[in-house]
């Protein structure tokens, strides 16, 4: 491959980052990273994306406390087995 | 004699459950499912199935994993419940990657752009923030939501995902990068841009 396009820079972005792409098209990619500020923007984003997707906290609050009496009254009428 | 290694000092018991799990139960379902109604009856009922199994469990190490499984499938079965019920079709085709209606989330709420040198443990969220991507991830297809909670909110690898989703493990990436698209493009306005 000697050319990319933007779409197919899109295309081939996440195989890009996790270093999935046979060398001659990591090396096209480059060369579009290189010249086009479009895409540059783009990958900058879309790793910006992944990695404060990935600091949001898993339990971002306690349990409402409603349901966290409903389930314990749930718990206590099934003991465990 | 030294000290037993906690996780089997720990004994499982249905208050250990509650207290270590039921929080991540319902914060992933409703992360899949998008509301909180249908998130408290999947964490009701993957707690009632824990508490019933709790005795096959010798520690806490199986318990993560298999909670996930548990939760997961118990999320795709009441959507799918749901969808039949109403019997309107969900836009969970491979093209549709945005539910129906638009996200319009405060637009004075800025998001830091993250350095690419920056892990995920180097940002402290603030609570509006943390609101922007959950309000985004909420707009995205449900076939698109589930890869993309579970390998970028849940941290899940990716053969697992697809184990878990029994689709292949193409069809994991391909709808990981489209979510990923798709959610670049929701918060792309919300970040701020990176000092020179």
């Known amino acids: 491959m000697t050319e990319v396009t933007c779409d197919e820079f899109v295309n081939q972005l996440m195989d890009f980052l996790d270093d999935e792409l046979t060398e001659s098209v990591r090396i096209a990619v480059q060369a579009h990273l290189s010249i086009c500020t479009h895409c540059g923007g783009l990958m900058a984003t879309y790793c910006a994306t992944i990695t404060i997707t990935r600091s949001l906290p898993r339990c971002p609050a306690p349990l409402p406390a409603s349901m966290e009496q409903k389930l314990r009254a749930m718990l206590a009428a099934h003991p465990s087995g | ?196």
């Open chain 2, 1 to 196: 004699m030294s000290e037993p290694e906690p996780e089997t000092a720990v004994v499982l018991t249905p208050e250990v459950v509650f207290r270590d799990y039921a929080p991540r139960i319902y914060y992933l379902a409703k992360r899949m499912l998008g509301n909180d109604a249908d998130a408290e009856d999947v964490t009701q009922e993957v707690l009632l199935q824990v508490v019933r199994k709790l005795h096959t469990f010798r520690g806490e190490a199986a318990l993560p994993t298999w909670l996930h499984r548990v939760t997961v499938n118990a999320a795709l079965a009441l959507r799918e419940k749901r969808t039949n019920r109403s019997r309107r079709e969900t836009s969970t085709g491979d093209d549709a990657v945005l539910e129906a209606g638009s996200i319009d989330p405060p637009s004075t709420v800025r998001l830091k752009r993250p350095h690419s040198s920056h892990t995920p443990d180097d940002i402290v969220l603030a609570e509006e923030q943390r609101a922007i991507i959950d309000t985004a991830i909420a707009q995205l297809a449900p076939t698109y939501r589930d890869v993309y909670v579970l390998a970028d909110v849940e941290g899940l690898p990716n053969s697992e995902i697809a184990e878990m989703l029994d689709i292949t493990l193409a069809a994991v990436k391909s709808r990981l990068h489209r979510a990923r698209l798709q959610m670049r493009e929701l918060l792309a306005p919300h970040f701020e841009e990176v000092a020179p």
